[in-house]
């Protein structure tokens, strides 16, 4: 939440706007990035897409396109 706020200081906190945040545990299967089912939990593919902190297109060998 830290580094929420530090984030969205100096667009929203410090022109003296109101804003929220909400967190939500939502299902696997109930959602997507860039369009893109996530790769399953604790997989090599998901460890993939959290270090380069985005979503792509496995290729035959595992990889990104």
Do not use: C, F
């Amino acid at each position: 939440m830290k580094r929420i706020r530090e984030t969205v200081a100096p667009y929203v906190t410090d022109r003296d706007l109101r804003w929220e945040v909400h967190i939500d545990d939502t299902p696997r299967e109930l959602w997507s990035v860039d369009g893109r089912k996530p790769p399953a939990e604790g997989s090599e593919e998901e460890q993939r897409w959290a270090r380069e902190n985005r979503s792509s297109i496995p290729t035959e060998t595992g990889g990104a396109r």
